[in-house]
């Protein structure tokens, strides 16, 4: 296995379980809470390191008890934490209803301590990053941060993958720093201007996302699997089912790991797309989102069921 450097936000999440979301002004009754562990990076570190790969994380965190549970999440799952702890920063929280009957869910996002990340942090990193085989992030921390990681993993030879969210607006020069970029529906509609409803709607937001610079691009599609395309392949990966979906708040990010260590491991794109779609498989089944990553064994074997 490769050297997976992921550079991201920790958020304590507070999950709310309701039947519907509330209207502006209106109170309901929820169904359940819960507080665990989340952010976009956090929890694709978390998977990238419950596959197998060696996985560094580059973040900041509060002195605070949330701080301390990534710390806790991180040396369970084998993440190796590379951590600026500012004095009087706290560590972020993210805000998650999820809809009873269906698992979907809507986010809020307050990145605290992480919000501070700058590309000098990433400077100070170079090292590291040159020596993975694959560096990754997302949008949850300042944009110049990003840019300067994926300069420094692009200028070493590094394998890059920008998961672009939470959805914002590109310029072509960041998607050309990308070897991969994996939008969700909304994501890659916001990117590329094309309305992403079916597979066919993801392969065109694909196009015309290599047309503005990026490598290869895979649209994650929820229930209809992931389109994969580099301009000599278009492939289309059918969703694994593992059971009953029990959340979708994960879901993304288990890809996102999964196929991270995937690749870090040598695997062609294509079946990196697969065993990252089969961990998001496995996730979906669980409550939460870092404790609803699956061990390598259990995507092993859900692989070999075909």
Same mark, same amino acid.
């Given at each position: 296995?490769?050297?997976?450097?992921?550079?991201?936000? +920790?958020?304590?999440?507070?999950?709310?379980?309701?039947?519907?979301?509330?209207?502006?002004?209106?109170?309901?009754?929820?169904?359940? +809470?819960?507080?665990?562990?989340?952010?976009?990076?956090?929890?694709?570190?978390?998977?990238?390191?419950?596959?197998?790969?060696?996985?560094?994380?580059?973040?900041?965190?509060?002195?605070?008890?949330?701080?301390?549970?990534?710390?806790?999440?991180?040396?369970?799952?084998?993440?190796?934490?590379?951590?600026?702890?500012?004095?009087?920063?706290?560590?972020?929280?993210?805000?998650?209803?999820?809809?009873?009957?269906?698992?979907?869910?809507?986010?809020?996002?307050?990145?605290?301590?992480?919000?501070?990340?700058?590309?000098?942090?990433?400077?100070?990193?170079?090292?590291?990053?040159?020596?993975?085989?694959? +560096?990754?992030?997302?949008?949850?921390? %300042?944009?110049?941060?990003?840019?300067?990681?994926?300069?420094?993993?692009?200028?070493?030879?590094?394998?890059?993958?920008?998961?672009?969210?939470?959805?914002?607006?590109?310029?072509?020069?960041?998607?050309?720093?990308?070897?991969?970029?994996?939008?969700?529906?909304?994501?890659?509609?916001?990117?590329?201007?094309?309305?992403?409803?079916?597979?066919?709607?993801?392969?065109?937001?694909?196009?015309?996302?290599?047309?503005?610079?990026?490598?290869?691009?895979?649209?994650?599609?929820?229930?209809?699997?992931?389109?994969?395309?580099?301009?000599?392949?278009?492939?289309?990966?059918?969703?694994?089912?593992?059971?009953?979906?029990?959340?979708?708040?994960?879901?993304?990010?288990? +890809?996102?790991?999964?196929?991270?260590?995937?690749?870090?491991?040598?695997?062609?794109?294509?079946?990196?797309?697969?065993?990252?779609?089969?961990?998001?498989?496995?996730?979906?089944?669980?409550?939460?989102?870092? %404790?609803?990553?699956?061990?390598?064994?259990?995507?092993?074997?859900?692989?070999?069921?075909?």
């Amino acid at each position: 296995m490769g050297r997976v450097v992921n550079l991201g936000v +920790f958020v304590a999440d507070t999950s709310f379980r309701a039947e519907r979301m509330p209207r502006m002004g209106e109170t309901i009754l929820g169904q359940s +809470f819960a507080l665990g562990p989340g952010g976009k990076g956090s929890n694709q570190s978390v998977a990238s390191a419950m596959a197998g790969a060696e996985t560094h994380f580059i973040t900041r965190l509060g002195r605070d008890a949330f701080g301390e549970m990534a710390l806790a999440v991180w040396a369970k799952a084998g993440v190796h934490p590379v951590v600026t702890r500012p004095e009087g920063a706290t560590t972020g929280a993210a805000h998650i209803f999820i809809e009873a009957a269906t698992g979907n869910n809507a986010i809020i996002i307050v990145p605290g301590a992480a919000g501070t990340i700058s590309p000098e942090d990433l400077k100070a990193e170079a090292g590291l990053i040159g020596g993975a085989r694959v +560096f990754i992030t997302q949008l949850e921390q %300042p944009l110049a941060a990003a840019v300067e990681g994926l300069t420094i993993a692009r200028a070493a030879g590094v394998t890059t993958i920008l998961n672009p969210a939470p959805a914002a607006t590109l310029p072509d020069s960041v998607l050309a720093l990308c070897d991969y970029l994996t939008p969700n529906e909304t994501e890659a509609e916001a990117l590329s201007g094309v309305k992403v409803a079916t597979v066919a709607d993801a392969e065109a937001a694909a196009r015309r996302l290599r047309e503005r610079g990026a490598g290869a691009v895979v649209v994650t599609l929820g229930d209809k699997g992931a389109l994969y395309q580099d301009g000599a392949r278009s492939v289309h990966v059918p969703p694994f089912r593992a059971g009953p979906v029990i959340e979708t708040t994960g879901a993304g990010d288990a +890809f996102n790991g999964g196929f991270a260590a995937a690749l870090a491991e040598g695997m062609d794109p294509v079946a990196a797309v697969r065993f990252g779609s089969a961990t998001a498989g496995i996730s979906v089944t669980r409550p939460g989102t870092a %404790p609803s990553m699956p061990s390598r064994a259990e995507i092993e074997a859900l692989l070999a069921k075909g």
